[in-house]
């Protein structure tokens, strides 16, 4: 007898790992979610939740300097190109720390070459985790910034998603709640790892049409795509239609707080009848699979999930049907795989359930393997040192700064290899090009040499197959056809007249010697014209001789000044030695700036906290001595957490000694036009002479 459950298919592990949809599933009636007594109690987490992952002005300067960076060493590099930013950052709807989405758009661009372009580009300027993914819907080219820490994906002629991300933004400045809601459920999705569509889950993007759709069905926010005056735009030759009215507006709005939207959120997908509708925020309503053409395809999820083949395959599509707002064939779910299917109907009713027993907000939003997002930065970046002692911190502050000098040694050795090699290879080329021109008429006579050879030897071949048939020389046959053709023509002796068996024979042999003769004259054309060839290659070898005396000449006179290829093998093998060598110096480079960047944020955070410290102790003994001039404090600098985004200032002014960085050298040169201050070239006018302050 199977343990595996009759209706759901699910083992008694796979019963315990998704109980809240197993139990859904298996209870005839609907459930019925409750509703807390205290849904008060929600809202200050929640907006705890929306304030911690604000996207702070620090970071969105460096999203600002890091495009900037990107439209001059890469959207310059492409004639009448255009770098422009869409997603979730640029809606407002993203989590602090969210991907950087870029659309670089080219006209008439092979996107996978140009992503391979690019791809090239970024790891020569020291990217981190260059990463070429060109088989998706979507061709990106996703990366780090080692320096600002951001994750950036570029896309080419990606130009609908430029409209999707204005129509989100559009709903995000209706109402602050669209961006509070949107926020709370991708920071509840991410935690419960729900919102990876790599992985086989809900993307952001999902996630976002799914918090707009809810809003929509709770009259919190109008309808923008309903509107009389459509605008119509052709996008890949596609017709696309993008109309997005901001003057809609609600007659009478919903006032819900942000704690009764969360709890509905959840009731509403949790309990959601996915089988006989589709989400869409175009219409503004559910609309039916008949409407809309989505038939909910088997095999199912669970099918799927529960199969016992090896390779069961895919599912069937638009089970968690969610149409794009405005490409209209494509469905969001498109990217779900059968158990992350599964996982998202799982946690949503364990949210809904959670929610309405009163359940915490952390409890809801507990992390599914932490180690997963290890990577983040912590909402409390000073987390690990509250409970360290001053002197314990310096002691780490010390131990970074060695490990910062040493490092910092590390990637000058490595830049010196690097130059070294880079001349060592430049230097081999140099000499390879100046000898260019020897190496092309030495080339020259070496393929002249191979081909003749090989002529030589075919002609050699036919002649030494003729001669091997015709065993005559030429001159025998040619009499021997002379004696047969005189006994055949002269006149006859009637007295000795030939029999008519020795009259065939002699014909017989007549015709042969002729057959033999052509052969034999075509034997002795080939071996004339086999003389002639090795006369060629005799004269070509001599040459060879002479261009190969010259080269090392040549190449002689230019070792002289170029001392360091002395006893150097200079080829362009050798030479691709070098650049091979150079590569791989240069990946060491990168993972060594990467260890470096960080090191430097670690020195920074510990010395921003003892400064920090030191503040709040000074300020302590200070206020213990009535001073009447100092001005009051709101609060104190040590309690709560603190985010990166919250001591920028105190990273920022940082002393030279936190820092490995070198001074940077200025010629006397650039010095001295410093000091002259504001000089301008202009036609027609010069510039007044302006003493600097």
């Not at 023509?489 to 057959?515: C, G």
């Not at 002289?560 to 590569?583: A, G």
Request: charged share 35%; glycine share 6%; net charge positive.
């Amino acid at each position: 007898m199977s343990d595996s459950c009759e209706i759901t298919g699910f083992s008694k592990s796979d019963i315990e790992k998704y109980s809240y949809l197993h139990k859904y599933l298996t209870n005839k009636e609907k459930i019925e979610f409750q509703t807390p007594e205290n849904l008060e109690g929600f809202i200050k987490p929640l907006q705890n939740t929306v304030s911690a992952n604000r996207i702070h002005s620090s970071e969105t300067k460096r999203r600002e300097s890091l495009l900037k960076h990107l439209e001059k060493s890469i959207a310059s590099k492409f004639e009448n190109s255009k770098i422009s930013t869409f997603g979730s950052v640029e809606s407002g709807l993203s989590l602090k720390g969210g991907d950087f989405d870029l659309c670089l758009q080219i006209q008439d661009a092979n996107q996978k070459k140009v992503l391979k372009r690019i791809g090239g580009m970024l790891k020569g300027q020291g990217m981190e985790k260059v990463q070429i993914i060109s088989r998706a819907k979507v061709p990106i080219v996703k990366f780090t910034d080692p320096r600002s820490g951001i994750h950036v994906d570029i896309s080419i002629n990606n130009t609908l998603a430029l409209h999707n991300t204005k129509l989100l933004a559009s709903y995000a400045k209706l109402d602050s709640r669209v961006k509070d809601l949107a926020i709370c459920i991708k920071h509840w999705a991410l935690h419960r790892n729900i919102s990876d569509s790599v992985n086989g889950t809900f993307s952001s993007y999902a996630w976002s049409i799914l918090v707009i759709n809810h809003l929509l069905e709770e009259d919190v926010i109008p309808n923008l795509q309903s509107s009389t005056d459509r605008v119509l735009a052709e996008i890949d030759g596609k017709e696309f239609d993008i109309t997005i009215d901001e003057s809609n507006a609600l007659d009478d709005s919903n006032n819900k707080n942000i704690a009764e939207l969360t709890l509905s959120f959840f009731h509403n997908y949790a309990t959601r009848d996915w089988s006989n509708g589709v989400v869409s925020i175009r219409s503004g309503k559910s609309l039916s699979r008949e409407e809309k053409g989505w038939m909910d395809e088997e095999p199912s999820a669970l099918e799927i999930y529960n199969s016992d083949k090896e390779n069961p395959g895919r599912m069937g599509e638009h089970h968690l049907a969610i149409e794009d707002p405005f490409d209209l064939d494509h469905d969001l779910s498109r990217v779900v795989w059968a158990d992350g299917e599964i996982r998202i109907r799982n946690e949503l009713l364990r949210a809904a359930e959670m929610f309405g027993n009163g359940s915490p907000w952390k409890d809801i939003c507990e992390t599914v393997d932490p180690d997963r997002l290890s990577d983040m930065e912590p909402v409390d970046i000073f987390h690990d040192l509250r409970d360290k002692s001053d002197d314990i911190v310096r002691n780490m502050l010390e131990k970074t700064k060695a490990e910062i000098d040493s490092v910092d040694r590390l990637i000058d050795a490595l830049e010196s290899e690097r130059q070294s090699t880079l001349r060592m290879a430049k230097a081999m080329r140099g000499v390879i090009e100046e000898t260019s021109d020897l190496r092309k008429e030495h080339k020259s006579v070496v393929l002249g040499l191979k081909s003749r050879n090989a002529e030589i030897d075919e002609i050699k071949k036919k002649r030494d197959k003729i001669n091997s048939d015709v065993i005559l020389p030429i001159h025998m046959i040619e009499d021997e056809l002379s004696k047969v053709y005189s006994r055949l023509t002269e006149e006859l002796d009637i007295h000795r007249v030939p029999s008519l068996n020795k009259e065939k024979d002699q014909f017989s042999w007549f015709m042969e010697l002729q057959a033999m003769h052509g052969k034999a004259r075509e034997a002795s054309e080939l071996h004339h014209r086999f003389i002639e060839l090795v006369k060629e290659q005799k004269e070509e070898i001599k040459k060879l001789k002479i261009y190969e005396t010259k080269h090392d000449d040549a190449t002689s006179k230019l070792l002289e000044n170029e001392p360091m290829l002395k006893d150097k093998n200079i080829s362009s093998k050798e030479v691709n030695s070098y650049d091979r060598r150079v590569h791989n110096i240069q990946k060491a480079l990168r993972k060594r700036r990467g260890e470096m960047h960080k090191l430097r944020r670690e020195a920074g955070r510990l010395d921003a906290w003892l400064r920090k410290k030191s503040g709040s102790q000074n300020r302590g003994r200070n206020s213990g001595r009535g001073n009447k001039k100092s001005k009051p404090r709101g609060k104190k600098e040590d309690s709560g957490p603190m985010t990166l985004g919250d001591i920028s200032g105190l990273l920022s002014g940082m002393n030279n000694e936190t820092s490995s960085k070198r001074t940077r050298k200025v010629s006397s040169k650039k010095a001295g036009m410093r000091k002259m201050g504001n000089l301008g070239a202009h036609r027609g006018s010069r510039s007044q002479f302006k003493k600097k302050d």
